[in-house]
C-alpha cells in the first residue's frame, strides 16, 4: 500500500499505480475511503464493491498534469453542473477539468444483473437543456469542455417530445446539441417524412447501433437543415441523362428469432453540400445539380423497391 498525491488531494491505500513520463500517476486501484474536493462537489473514490450490482473496484484516471480524467465512485453523489444537480456514480472529465461524462449509474452487467436491473434504480432527472427543461430516466450526459450540454442517452423505453426545425418530435435513445445549443441529430421514435434536397424521405432506424446518443440517425445542420438520415421505407434511382440509372435501397437479413420473416437494414442517406452520398461511401456520392433523384417507396411485404431500375 501507498499514497498518492493528486490536485484535489492526497490519497491513501493505493494499490496499484502507473506513471507517466512525468512521473504524475496515470491510474490507480484504491482500498481505503479516501475524500477529493473537487468543483463539483466531495467525491470518495470507489474502494469497495458494495453489491453484485456494482462493478468490481475501478480504477481512477488521471491527466498528465495530476487532473481527474474518470473516477468511480463510492456510493452515487450529487454533483453540481451546468444542467442542474445531477446524481453520479462514474464521472470522467476533460483536460481542463470540467465534466465530460456523467452516469449516474455504473452498474456490472451480468447473467445475473440485467439491463433491467439497473434501469430499476434509475430515478426520472429533471435537467436544463437547449430545448428547454426535460424530466426523464438517463442512461448518461456528456458536455462539451465550455460546460454546454453535448448529448443525452436515454434508457430503452424512454422518450423525450421535444420542438426541433421539422416540428415537435418524440425522440427515443438519445438527443444530441452543437455547443450553440442547436439539435445535432436525434433517434426518432416514430417513422417521420423530412423534407430532404431530392425529395420528402421517410426516416426511422429500426435498428438504432450503439448504446450512447451522440451520433443519431437523423442529423441536422447547425442551421437547422437535414444533413443526413436513415430510412427502411424508401429507395432512390438516380439517374443521368442518356443513362439507365442506379438504384439504391435499404437490404434486409434473416430475423435473429429464426422465422421467416425478414428484417430491414436502414440506408444511410448524407446531404454534404451539393451532393447527396449513400450508406457514408465517399464512392457512392451524386452531385444534385447533374443527376435525377426518384424516390420510390419499398415493398413493405417483400422488402424490395415496388419498380425495378429497368422500367
Not at 29 to 48: C, F, I, R, S, W
Not at 75 to 100: C, D, M, R, W, Y
Not at 158 to 165: M, N, R, S, W
Request: hydrophobic residues 35%; neutral net charge.
Amino acid at each position: 500500500m501507498s499514497t498518492a498525491s493528486t490536485i484535489y488531494g492526497d490519497m491513501s491505500g493505493v494499490e496499484f499505480r502507473t506513471f507517466y513520463s512525468n512521473g504524475k500517476t496515470d491510474g490507480c486501484l484504491v482500498t481505503e475511503a479516501n475524500t477529493l474536493t473537487t468543483p463539483y462537489g466531495t467525491l470518495v473514490p470507489q474502494y469497495e464493491a458494495e453489491d453484485m450490482g456494482r462493478r468490481t473496484v475501478k480504477p481512477m484516471y488521471f491527466y498528465k498534469d495530476g487532473a481527474l480524467k474518470s473516477i468511480a465512485l463510492q456510493s452515487q453523489t450529487l454533483l453540481e453542473t451546468p444542467v442542474g444537480t445531477i446524481p453520479a456514480e462514474l464521472v470522467t472529465f476533460h483536460k481542463n477539468g470540467s465534466i465530460k461524462r456523467i452516469f449516474p449509474l455504473d452498474g456490472k452487467l451480468s447473467g445475473f444483473w440485467s439491463w433491467k436491473n439497473e434501469f430499476a434504480l434509475a430515478t426520472t432527472l429533471t435537467f436544463l437543456s437547449p430545448v428547454g427543461t426535460l424530466a426523464t430516466k438517463v442512461i448518461g450526459l456528456q458536455f462539451y469542455e465550455s460546460g454546454a450540454l453535448k448529448s443525452i442517452t436515454l434508457w430503452p423505453g424512454q422518450t423525450l417530445t421535444i420542438e426541433t426545425p421539422m416540428g415537435k418530435v418524440t425522440v427515443r435513445k438519445g438527443l444530441a446539441f452543437y455547443e450553440s445549443g442547436s439539435i445535432r441529430s436525434f433517434e426518432p421514435l416514430k417513422k417521420m417524412e423530412i423534407l430532404t434536397p431530392i425529395g420528402m424521405i421517410s426516416s426511422y432506424d429500426n435498428e438504432p447501433n450503439g448504446i450512447h446518443g451522440d451520433i443519431n440517425s437523423v442529423q441536422l445542420a447547425q442551421d437547422g437543415s437535414i444533413e443526413a438520415l436513415s430510412t427502411v421505407d424508401h429507395a432512390i434511382h438516380v439517374s443521368a441523362s442518356g443513362e439507365e440509372g442506379k438504384l439504391f435501397h435499404p437490404g434486409v437479413k434473416n430475423n435473429v428469432c429464426g422465422d421467416e420473416r425478414k428484417v430491414s437494414i436502414p440506408m444511410k442517406v448524407r446531404f454534404e453540400k451539393s451532393q447527396v452520398i449513400f450508406h457514408d461511401n465517399p464512392a457512392l456520392s451524386f452531385n444534385i445539380k447533374e443527376y435525377r433523384f426518384e424516390v420510390r417507396m419499398m415493398d413493405a411485404l417483400t422488402k424490395e423497391p415496388i419498380y425495378s431500375c429497368s422500367e
